[in-house]
């Protein structure tokens, strides 16, 4: 439906508006509308402006510039938009000069003097609403669907009814769940695949969006994305207009039909095998993720690392996982409450897992680190569904504890969960083993309440914080290089070994985790 500007002061957003200019131009097309920001052609170029576009300004940079205001008058005529509406006459521009009242009239301008009081909002809003929508309301789509839907003769369910709406109608529907999982899918045309799809949405960041549709285009295909409740949960519901034939604002109505329509068929979603999967295995159920995994279409085979993170906003996690998969081609498949995700990075068919792909997993979870709360624990490099119960098992046993014995690390892998499980395991059951570890760290008692403390707390810090290395042990305790240097060559003479000998360190490490373990858990 075309829509002038003549239609648009009819809006009650103009009500008690001016045209004191460009009367003869009032027939202009008027497609969009948006602020005017810039104070000059350069900044008019960053704008970018288009024809049949109303703009909307208070000359807030140029308040008192009559020569700028009409300058950026003739540029915008000479860019085609439709008309310019001026607010705030009288408090920030004190009167509209003559000069510029004939510049609009010059370049055939439609210059709207807006009433005081009024503000942009309202204006863009019943704008869109009319360029959008308009008076006539193209109902054949609607009506045409509604048929489909409502026909409880016909139909048993809202998928089967749905179904027919969209071959009838020439568009597609996908639901998905909170986590991006396809939970309905009706196709009517293949020239997209839905994984591409999903891939850009989640680059888009759509979850953001909690009112209004957003287009994407996938390879040509118009998707229109946005949420929907169905039975008090949240998912996603994304429309593919096939032939480019439909309006934004008419795919909106759409998808609120679709949406009452869920409600009249009571339509419960089916399960989200892959969400199910991942549960069944943090749960230690390896029975059922074996009975789900057809249905989730996941082969143990494809699973390269899972991973459990935490103090992550899910609008950041999201936008580095779609980033990662868009440039390592691989799958992160995720089951995420709160700012708790529990998760599995997989291949895709016929692709085989080697050394590469594992490094650029553990960059991924590297990027996730970055803010200081975060949290990534994870397990790379498995032995199919059975590795993954396995993974998922060490990593609920032990993350909460690998945080005190590692309290620098951000990202622990599957070394730093082993060691502290065993840790666990040898705290828990005490005894013989327990007690030959802890004989290792004796000579600190020897040496002297405050001494000795001094120097088991440089050695916890060389050992299991800065990698063995000096420089690092000063940085997080605070001291100079040569005080550690000093400390270390004191440790050594009062164990009577060389503490980074093969033979040594790794006893070494397992009694000092111990020693910090037990400081939590006694």
Partial sequence: MRVTVADCLELDA???????????NLSNDVKTISVLDACNTEDLELDGTEKTEILLTGFLGIRDDVKKQCELIHDIAARGCAALAVYHVGKVVKKLDEKVVDTADREMLPLILMPEGTGYMRAITEVMDKVLYGDNFRNSLISNTVFHLLNFEKHSN???????AAINNDFQLII??????????????????ISDAIKLGKERNVESNSKSYTMIDVNGVLTYWGPVTINSEKYYMFIVDNEDSYTAGEITKLAEIIELAMGM???TPERDAKAE????????????AYTLKDEAKI????????????????EVENHIFAEFEKEEDLNVMKVTEGDETYGMI???????????????CVQLFNKLKGNKKARIFHVTGLNGIEGAGDAYRLISESWSFVQSVFPYKRVFTK?????????????IQGGFVKKNYMELLEPFKEAGENKGRQLLETLETFVLDAGMNSGKTAEFMGIHTNTVQYRLKKINEMLGVEITGNRVIPGLTMALALKRLERVVS
Avoid: M
């Avoid at 809202?158 to 027919?164: I, K, N, T």
């Avoid at 999967?277 to 059922?288: C, D, E, H, V, W």
């Avoid at 291949?347 to 650029?360: C, G, H, I, Y």
């Fill in 14 to 24: 103009f009500k008690g508006a001016e045209v004191i200019a460009g009367k003869l």
């Fill in 158 to 164: 809202f998928q089967s009814a749905v179904r027919e």
């Fill in 176 to 193: 998905l769940s909170e986590d991006f999982n396809p939970i309905l899918t009706v196709e009517t045309r293949h020239k997209a695949t």
């Fill in 265 to 267: 068929w009571k339509y």
């Fill in 277 to 288: 999967f991942i549960k069944a295995l943090i749960r230690g159920n390896k029975s059922l």
């Fill in 299 to 314: 082969s143990g085979d494809d699973i390269l690392s899972v991973f459990f993170s935490k103090g992550i906003s899910t």
């Fill in 346 to 360: 997989l291949t895709f068919e016929d692709e085989k897992v080697n050394p590469t792909l594992k490094n650029s």
């Fill in 415 to 427: 070394y730093e969960l082993t060691l502290v499980s065993n840790c666990i395991n040898i705290q």
